[in-house]
């Protein structure tokens, strides 16, 4: 689907302001009511916009600590990346799973409240993912830049 600058600066919008109502949006954008949802109900069934969702404070929700776990697989046969992709998405303490090119063969991204909470699921869940031959963690110290909004 091509965008031209209305849609991209529909999408910055909608990027910041997930909640913003129609009337608001088009007067930002530009565009009668009418256009804007028609444009916003496109972009929906492109699969563009995917979803509409809340961001929650990871701080204040109690899980400040942020650990990027390296995961190197016995060997990459699809059987055994089906296996370990399948239950990775299982465990409710990852909030990304990514199959990578380099060193590791994935790398995940989780949450805990401290040093101990990650202890915990490491014992529990990161310990007994099949496939796995080693695993490397690092703490981050301090997030310096975060964002969710793709560059439009």
Do not use: W
């Not at 031209?4 to 913003?20: A, F, H, P, S, Y």
Request: aromatic residues 6%; hydrophobic residues 45%; glycine residues 4%.
């Amino acid at each position: 689907m091509h965008l031209d600058e209305t849609d991209r600066r529909i999408l910055r919008v909608l990027q910041r302001r997930g909640r913003i109502s129609n009337a608001e949006l088009s007067e930002e954008v530009h565009l009668s009511p009418s256009a804007c949802h028609r444009r916003v109900q496109r972009l929906e069934t492109a699969g563009i916009i995917r979803d509409y969702v809340a961001l929650l404070d990871a701080r204040r929700m109690g899980l400040p600590t942020t650990v990027f776990v390296e995961i190197t697989l016995t060997r990459q046969a699809d059987e055994v990346l089906e296996a370990f992709e399948k239950a990775v998405a299982r465990v409710p303490d990852v909030l990304e799973c990514h199959l990578m090119a380099g060193t590791a063969d994935y790398i995940l991204k989780v949450v805990a409240e401290n040093t101990e909470d990650f202890a915990r699921i490491h014992r529990q869940y990161l310990t007994r993912l099949p496939g796995v031959a080693q695993m490397q963690s690092s703490f981050a110290l301090r997030t310096v830049f975060k964002t969710t909004a793709l560059p439009v």
